[in-house]
């Protein structure tokens, strides 16, 4: 029985088999020379299913032309190399890193696919051979860097959102119309500032805060920001008195904890970060999650919870055990 070809792994072959030619090639070659194709059980299938791909390389931006002959007959097909290759590219490795670091937080996104497009033409022209999969570590998406995307998409189309949201004050969850204004990041955190309908003022929402979904409805801003509207000038709400910790973190890891750090003093080492935390529950959760490959360093009474919360879950693993709950 013929191996079942994957579609990626068919995608692929026909962009190579596509590139490999400086002339075209015919549906009858492509139909021979690729994997995946010559399982079609017909013509028709094979047809339906080399016009799909087309359409699908198309719309990730690889240029697949059409090649007739004078009577506008079909010859074949091509990719030209200097509308699709990249040549002359060099990145740093910090580049490199940054480029790592963003495919993985998109590839649980709904962009997941032109993430994962984007990597593969710039592995493709590496000229040294690095790969953005030899980064240590990963990255994770947290709840509130799921909200990001349909944001900026309401953003974008000046559309009102809807959400339920929790405050300190009031911690059961409440539902919110917003004409979004933008975005911004302060100290580790994402912050959404815009128009809140009910309250018929503007208002800033801590992403962290949001329960569940956002909605995009298709309803457009009630209320637009002012032509100089500035979100930088914003501040952020402060609610939770913030705290200033020394964690040390494992080389090339614990992305959540280094995008929190401050510039530390001169000569400090370059994996002993300064984090000011607006909360400092959340700050704990961080440092426990990283396990091994991040340690509280100051202040003190900081440490001694970050102790106290990994007992816990040893303990709590210990006792789970014992009683035959854990194998």
């Known amino acids: 029985m013929t191996e079942r070809v994957d579609r990626t792994e068919r995608l692929l072959n026909l962009v190579i088999c596509l590139m490999a030619t400086h002339g075209?090639?015919?549906?009858?070659?492509?139909?021979?020379?690729?994997?995946?194709?010559?399982?079609?059980?017909?013509?028709?299938a094979f047809e339906r299913m080399f016009e799909r791909d087309k359409d699908e390389?198309?719309?990730m931006g690889i240029p697949i032309e059409t090649?007739?002959?004078?009577?506008?007959e079909v010859q074949g097909y091509r990719i030209p190399r200097d509308s699709y290759v990249l040549e002359n590219l060099d990145f740093t490795f910090e580049e490199r890193a940054a480029i790592a670091v963003a495919a993985q937080v998109w590839g649980t996104a709904a962009i997941g696919p032109v993430a994962g497009t984007a990597v593969r033409k710039l592995e493709a022209v590496d000229s040294d051979g690095w790969s953005p999969a030899a980064l240590a570590g990963s990255v994770q998406v947290t709840s509130s860097d799921a909200a990001l995307l349909p944001l900026m998409s309401a953003i974008r189309a000046d559309r009102i959102v809807t959400f339920a949201y929790r405050t300190p004050a009031d911690p059961e969850a409440r539902q919110r119309e917003v004409s979004p204004w933008g975005l911004r990041a302060s100290s580790g955190r994402w912050f959404l500032v815009g128009f809140d309908e009910q309250r018929d003022a503007v208002r800033t929402f801590r992403l962290s805060?949001?329960?569940?979904?956002?909605?995009?409805?298709?309803?457009?801003?009630?209320h637009p920001p002012a032509p100089d509207f500035d979100i930088a000038t914003v501040n952020r709400p402060d609610d939770?008195?913030?705290?200033?910790?020394?964690?040390?973190?494992?080389?090339?890891?614990?992305?959540?904890?280094?995008?929190?750090?401050?510039?530390?003093?001169?000569?400090?080492p370059a994996d002993e970060l300064t984090i000011q935390a607006s909360s400092r529950d959340g700050l704990i959760s961080l440092i426990c999650a990283a396990g091994a490959d991040a340690v509280a360093l100051?202040?003190?009474e900081l440490v001694a919870d970050v102790v106290a919360s990994l007992a816990a879950v040893r303990d709590a693993h210990s006792s789970g055990a014992a009683d035959g709950r854990v194998s």
């Open 67 to 72: 090649v007739t002959d004078a009577s506008g």
């Open 240 to 268: 939770e008195p913030t705290v200033t910790a020394t964690v040390r973190v494992a080389p090339g890891r614990v992305a959540s904890l280094r995008r929190m750090a401050a510039p530390g003093p001169e000569g400090a």
């Open 24 to 44: 075209t090639v015919s549906r009858s070659d492509i139909q021979r020379q690729i994997p995946g194709y010559g399982e079609s059980a017909s013509p028709t």
């Open 298 to 300: 100051a202040p003190q």
């Open 57 to 59: 390389l198309r719309s």
């Open 209 to 222: 805060r949001i329960a569940g979904p956002v909605t995009v409805t298709a309803r457009t801003r009630t």
